[in-house]
């Protein structure tokens, strides 16, 4: 397609499960960025991957977080042993490069009961 | 640390009334600033943009202007319509940067 997708739009799982989210950039795109936006806050960065380069992982928030990309295709977003302070809609943007404008997906609800 | 501040909403309007959402921010230096649009059902789109202190950006009948001295972008439009009802987001990122400081979102619900 031409936007960024993300799959599933909707999770629902149980506290301590892992979960997998999933990320399509728009093709050609080097950049591929990863937000947090918790109910009634602003978007949290949380990791961004540009090209072959090693990722900036700084803005996760916890080692229960981790994310892969390859090259510079899909990635995704992995939450282990979650939480509901993990409950958030997780975003995914990608760029042409780095500091061009990002394109957002419609991002991933994720609820942990 | 850098922030940025927008009003809180819902903002109800009736069609046709003058729009503004109120942002400020926390930076150091001379960030870019931005407003991001999202609609129903959609993703983040960006909507405009400023670079320097003074610029004005616009778009779709929308405009805000980069105050230095207030450290304000506030987001103004002189006649919203139904199709603008949205979550509109302000936002800062600087020069050279890749991360993008977001507010809260202000939910903008226009009336028929």
């Known amino acids: 397609g031409a936007g960024v997708s993300q799959s599933p739009s909707n999770k629902v799982t149980e506290k301590g499960k892992d979960v997998e989210l999933r990320c399509d950039p728009i093709?050609?795109?080097?950049?591929l960025y990863w937000y947090r936006q918790r109910l009634g806050q602003g978007l949290e960065f949380l990791i961004y991957?540009?090209?072959?380069?090693?990722?900036?992982k700084s803005g996760l928030p916890s080692d229960r977080f981790s994310a892969e990309r390859t090259g510079e295709s899909v990635s995704t977003l992995t939450i282990q042993r979650t939480q509901q302070e993990d409950s958030a809609v997780y975003l995914c943007?990608?760029?042409?490069?780095?500091?061009?404008?990002?394109?957002f997906g419609d991002g991933t609800r994720l609820s942990i009961l | 640390g850098n922030s940025v501040t927008q009003m809180e909403g819902p903002v109800t309007l009736s069609e046709e009334a003058f729009l503004t959402i109120n942002c400020t921010y926390t930076?150091?230096?001379?960030?870019?600033l931005f407003w991001y649009v999202q609609y129903p059902g959609e993703g983040l789109q960006l909507l405009l943009k400023?670079?320097?202190?003074?610029d004005k950006g616009s778009n779709k009948g929308f405009e805000a202007t980069y105050r230095k001295e207030t450290t304000s972008f506030h987001l103004e439009k002189g006649s919203v319509q139904v199709s603008d009802s949205a979550v509109y987001f302000c936002?800062?990122?600087?020069?050279?940067?890749?991360?993008?400081?977001f507010g809260a979102g202000t939910r903008l619900f226009v009336k028929a």
């Open positions: 943007a990608s760029s042409l490069e780095l500091n061009q404008p990002q394109h």
């Open positions: 093709s050609g795109h080097t950049a």
């Open positions: 991957f540009q090209g072959n380069s090693a990722p900036d």
């Open positions: 930076a150091t230096g001379y960030p870019s």
């Open positions: 400023a670079t320097k202190a003074d």
């Open positions: 936002a800062l990122r600087h020069t050279g940067g890749f991360k993008t400081i």
